[in-house]
């Protein structure tokens, strides 16, 4: 069981906009801890996706963006193409647990 | 453009020590706001953070891991390892050395190993 809640799957036609949530709590994502998203392709490792809340690395399409509500934050992917088949994993920190935190990983599927 | 490479036996035998190495290139693990880092991931895709070190040698545990994890660093060969102590079916995993920066994020990750730990 994740510290950090994720929907096990998503799924959207191409061209479509689809988010994807991860909750918290006042211990991560509800005390300013920021968040990051990673994507996985299948067979492949993380690739860093968005950095400190709504950052994208150099290459990562503006198609992908993050956002923050309280304990939760969200991943949305606009123009939803089919490159985009992956996991996606949001990461934090928590203060209780003193450790790094992931969530449990969200299946997009493009259908 | 940082690369990491992990080496390392791909299964070892319950109540054994895991001994993993991770080499980088295109870059030196002395580079300030860089800590090294192990990250696995189990067959049901869940990811579990291990720990960090700095290369001044100052070193970051997951607290439910610590009384079995060392990671040390050896600079004169880029590298930095990973030993796991007692290991159980339950430390399967794929497990990835990475780069974690100043900002808690990893921005740089390797490949991943798979380690079986079976008799």
């Known amino acids: 069981q994740s510290v950090l809640t994720q929907p096990p799957s998503v799924s959207g036609a191409p061209g479509q906009r689809v988010t994807i949530s991860c909750t918290g709590s006042?211990?991560?994502?509800?005390?300013?801890?920021?968040v990051h998203w990673y994507q996985q392709l299948p067979g492949t490792a993380p690739k860093l996706l968005i950095y400190?809340?709504?950052n994208r690395p150099s290459g990562v399409p503006d198609r992908f963006s993050g956002s923050r509500s309280g304990t939760s934050v969200s991943l949305a992917i606009t123009g939803l193409q089919a490159e985009d088949e992956a996991d996606y994993y949001c990461q934090s920190y928590d203060s209780g647990l003193s450790n790094v935190v992931f969530g449990g990983g969200t299946k997009l599927t493009v259908l | 453009q940082v690369q990491l490479q992990e080496s390392g036996p791909g299964l070892v035998k319950p109540s054994q020590t895991l001994s993993l190495t991770c080499t980088v290139s295109?870059?030196?693990?002395?580079?300030?706001?860089?800590?090294w880092s192990w990250i696995r991931q189990y067959p049901g895709k869940g990811l579990e953070w291990i720990g960090s070190i700095y290369y001044s040698g100052s070193t970051y545990y997951n607290p439910s891991l610590k009384s079995r994890i060392t990671i040390a660093a050896d600079t004169s060969k880029n590298q930095f390892s990973l030993n796991l102590s007692s290991v159980t079916a339950a430390d399967t995993a794929v497990y990835y050395c990475a780069r974690r920066s100043s900002g808690w994020f990893v921005d740089y990750w390797g490949q991943g190993t798979l380690v079986t730990v079976s008799s």
């Open positions: 400190v809340n709504n």
């Open positions: 295109g870059g030196s693990i002395r580079s300030g706001g860089s800590y």
């Open positions: 006042s211990s991560n994502i509800g005390a300013g801890y920021d």
